[in-house]
């Protein structure tokens, strides 16, 4: 099976190639968020690479066509089942992951 990590990446307005089968898939594909409050550190856990991968290609969205000026992401479960939003499958454990920016993107974004 070809893998679904390729440098050559190409992130479509409706975003329906995040995530990919795979992650949305299987729930093996996850992150964990962890802050350390002593000394400031926060921990991306990644339970695998497609998961990383398939997270950087929803900040990229959101940097190409995000309107907000932020972007959220938190465990979220159906029906008995973690699911993979905007990209990402959050561990049930996991503590929410909050993203801020400027939104300077022009109108016709």
């Known amino acids: 099976m070809k893998s679904p990590m390729t440098p050559d990446i190409y992130i479509t307005k409706s975003a329906d190639e995040i995530p990919s089968e795979e992650v949305a898939a299987n729930e093996a594909h996850?992150?964990?968020?962890?802050g350390d409050a002593d000394n400031k550190d926060v921990y991306l856990?990644?339970?695998?690479?497609?998961?990383?991968?398939?997270?950087?290609?929803?900040?990229?969205?959101?940097?190409l066509y995000g309107r907000s000026g932020q972007k959220e992401f938190l465990?979220?479960?159906?029906?008995?089942?973690?699911?993979?939003?905007?990209?990402?499958?959050?561990a049930s454990d996991s503590?929410?992951?909050?993203?801020?920016?400027?939104?300077?993107?022009?109108?016709?974004?």
């Open 30 to 34: 996850q992150l964990t968020v962890e």
């Open 45 to 63: 856990n990644f339970s695998s690479r497609l998961a990383m991968y398939d997270f950087a290609r929803s900040l990229l969205h959101e940097a």
């Open 75 to 90: 465990p979220f479960e159906y029906q008995g089942k973690r699911e993979a939003i905007d990209g990402v499958r959050m």
């Open 95 to 109: 503590g929410r992951l909050f993203i801020f920016y400027q939104n300077d993107a022009p109108p016709n974004n």
